[in-house]
């Protein structure tokens, strides 16, 4: 059974960073393509970063030059490393991957820009 479980989320100031993991379990992780997604409230889940098996990435034009997306296949982990973060960026941050033309999500981490 596919497992992904997201942690360090938190409250941090605006400005501040912040680094998400999210832990796979049930896939031989090196070869499947990950990503992480974002829902803020009142609003639809959006693409933040994806990472390939290959370490080729994506980001969001949002996050562009802010957030960094990486992967490490020993741990069957992949990170999304958060900078300058503003109160918009306010949400619930989730990952994901896709078996078998199935989508598995986390259970997410709640991620509150404020002052």
């Known amino acids: 059974q596919v497992q992904l479980v997201e942690s360090g989320g938190g409250l941090v100031q605006p400005g501040g960073s912040l680094r998400l993991s999210c832990a796979a379990s049930g896939i031989t992780f090196k070869f499947y393509a990950m990503g992480w997604y974002r829902q803020a409230p009142g609003k639809q889940r959006e693409s933040v970063a994806t990472?390939?098996?290959?370490?080729?990435?994506n980001y969001a034009e949002a996050v562009k030059g802010q957030f960094t997306i990486s992967r490490d296949n020993a741990k069957n982990t992949v990170y999304l490393e958060m900078n300058s973060l503003k109160p918009k960026e306010t949400a619930v941050y989730y990952c994901n991957t896709n078996l078998m033309g199935r989508s598995f999500w986390g259970q997410g981490t709640k991620v509150t820009v404020s002052s």
């Open positions: 990472i390939t098996s290959g370490d080729s990435t």
